[in-house]
């Protein structure tokens, strides 16, 4: 219960790290911060707008456009003052509401008393945009409303104005088009304040100014906020983001918007609608990506606007939808970190792919209602969350495999990790096993009670495993105050046999230079020869073992040992396994007993005894 206490713990600091950096990203909000958080949320949200589809947009607005024809039969482009005079005015005549202008009429032209003139018939809004900061700057007294702000926004710069002819007839829209870091267009600022003569003077945008002119409202108000802000037109109140700018709500591609041809306006439909007038001629310039569309015309965006304004249309990016950003947010940190802490690999990949999905149907489901999410900060805190989640697993597990690698040699501890059914060779192998007991032991136990058994059992094999570690032995096993080791597993080498005998000698030194050992002597027996290695057992518990002829005569060498009051009884097969060995066990002052039947055996078998080695 221990080790499943401290996991429990482990879990609930790092449940509670992921919340709290869940949370701190949330309020960082990345996809609304910098460059390159922003080009990845704009482009979660143009999947949004894919998988929403395209919809037909309202009947309110239109475009009428200088196209190819309509540049064809005028001769010349840009269209002159006079032929856009002639394009309001038959506009007009068709029954449009307000005409906005998506063009800058910047110097006086020829044509200009035309064009005046026409304007001052109609309601229409002509466009003004920013100029460099060197710019002379102009009086944009005019107009029939203004916008009311009661916040700061952003160091204004001078402004490309209409000539002053034309701009004493009409009111003001800024053409402003702010591309964001991957190109694309997905909002549009609601007002932009321009440096003039008389100091800062705020105007909408062209299709904002173009619903206030069609709404008969002579007064926009704009608040502002660190979190986002509100534009009124009228009744309607238009929800800003934290840059003051309104998201826009594409209906589809180019064109999604009724489009005609200046050269047939006599056939388009625009009665009681707010009408655009632009240019989308071939090697015209202004075009913009969208979801939809590489090449979406500059004029269908402030229509997109003016359409949704109309229809009530919006995306909210604003505090409410940033608290919604956080709610969110925080449930995929927490449940993603759930998901990846389970323990079955195959569930941990469902569930969390099933929560993606999830996730992924919710803010798509809110972003047909209306609200932008930021799938950036909800995303982020999702991968979190599984991170630490399945981080932390993972560390779990590989403590518990090493753990349990305890409990087996490092020999052979990654061939039994690394496949559920571990295999050894099918024929029998040459090996040397040895096994090793505590004279003595029982004696000594009984004065020194459970505990200190216990603490004495653990010096000798720590001393055991001390002495076989640098050799390339195994500990098959401990049994009290007996230990098997075995050299040659899991695949023999040449020098097994000597390495065996050193084992005794490092046991022996070791034994003599602990400081823990009672001064109780050992016993060894050992034996040569072909042993068979595998793993035995049911479906949930298993062990490696070996078996064989030599086991068992290993095992009766250590009682021959003991009834010859010897330390140390070997088999003639493994002294004279080599000429090296056969050193050994002359230097060592082995003596040969000569051949003997040892207990359950029917064949007699060599046998080299001899006292503890002095070295």
């Not at 460099?132 to 702000?149: C, Y």
Request: charged fraction near 20%; include cysteine.
């Amino acid at each position: 219960m221990v080790g499943r206490d401290k996991f429990s713990f482990e879990r609930r600091i790092v449940g509670a790290f992921v919340t709290l950096l869940s949370l701190a990203l949330a309020l960082w909000h990345p996809g609304d911060r910098n460059a390159f958080w922003q080009g990845i949320e704009g482009r979660l949200l143009d999947a949004r707008f894919i998988w929403r589809g395209e919809t037909k947009s309202p009947p309110t607005v239109a475009i009428v456009t200088f196209d190819d024809l309509a540049v064809s039969q005028l001769g010349k482009f840009p269209p002159t003052r006079t032929a856009l005079a002639a394009a309001i005015s038959d506009i007009s005549e068709a029954g449009a509401k307000v005409i906005a202008l998506d063009f800058l009429l910047v110097e006086p032209r020829e044509g200009d008393e035309d064009l005046a003139r026409v304007l001052s018939e109609t309601d229409t809004i002509l466009a003004v945009a920013e100029a460099n900061s060197g710019t002379p700057l102009q009086d944009l007294d005019g107009g029939d409303f203004s916008v009311l702000v009661n916040s700061a926004y952003r160091n204004p710069l001078p402004a490309l104005v209409p000539a002053e002819t034309l701009r004493s007839e009409t009111t003001l829209g800024h053409v402003i088009i702010q591309h964001e870091s991957d190109g694309s267009v997905r909002r549009i600022d609601a007002a932009t304040p321009f440096l003039t003569e008389k100091g800062t003077s705020w105007h909408p945008s062209l299709a904002v100014a173009a619903v206030a002119k069609a709404a008969d409202q002579s007064g926009l108000q704009l608040r502002t906020f660190r979190t986002g802000g509100l534009l009124s037109v009228g009744d309607t109140f238009v929800q800003l983001d934290r840059q003051g700018a309104i998201p826009l709500v594409y209906y589809g591609k180019a064109g999604t918007i009724p489009t005609f041809s200046v050269a047939a306006v006599n056939e388009a439909e625009l009665d009681g609608k707010v009408v655009f007038l632009g240019a989308s001629a071939t090697g015209f310039g202004d075009r913009h990506a969208t979801p939809f569309d590489s090449a979406f015309p500059g004029a269908e965006l402030h229509a997109t606007l003016a359409a949704n304004i109309i229809e009530q249309s919006f995306l909210r990016r604003d505090a409410t939808s940033w608290m919604m950003d956080i709610a969110l947010a925080l449930t995929a940190a927490v449940l993603g970190f759930i998901t990846a802490g389970m323990d079955r690999p195959w569930f941990v990949v469902v569930a969390t792919g099933s929560l993606a999905l999830a996730i992924m149907i919710v803010l798509q489901a809110a972003f047909n209602a209306g609200w932008w999410l930021d799938a950036t900060t909800v995303f982020l805190s999702l991968f979190l969350g599984v991170g630490c989640g399945g981080g932390l697993r993972l560390l779990q597990h590989r403590r518990r495999a090493a753990n349990l690698a305890l409990y087996q040699s490092p020999l052979i501890v990654e061939r039994l990790a690394s496949t559920s059914e571990p295999r050894f060779e099918a024929t029998a192998r040459p090996a040397v096993v040895l096994f090793v007991d505590v004279e003595g032991f029982t004696a000594h136990s009984e004065s020194l009670g459970p505990e200190g058994t216990a603490e004495f059992l653990r010096v000798f094999h720590e001393l055991v495993e001390q002495a076989v570690d640098s050799l390339g032995g195994i500990i098959a096993y401990f049994a009290g105050d007996g230990a098997m080791v075995v050299f040659g597993l899991p695949d023999p080498q040449p020098n097994d046999a000597i390495q065996a005998l050193r084992f005794i000698d490092a046991l022996y030194a070791a034994v003599r230079a602990s400081p823990k050992w009672p001064g109780l002597g050992l016993r060894v027996g050992g034996h040569s020869g072909p042993v068979k290695a595998g793993v035995v057992g049911g479906r949930r518990h298993r062990q490696v073992t070996v078996s064989g002829d030599v086991v068992n005569t290993a095992s009766r060498l250590q009682d021959f040992a003991k009834s010859q009051k010897a330390a140390i009884a070997l088999s003639n097969a493994l002294v004279e396994a080599n000429p090296e060995t056969r050193s050994w066990a002359v230097n060592a002052g082995m003596r040969n007993t000569g051949e003997h039947m040892l207990r359950g055996r029917h064949v007699p078998i060599g046998v080299w005894t001899c006292p503890p080695p002095v070295n």
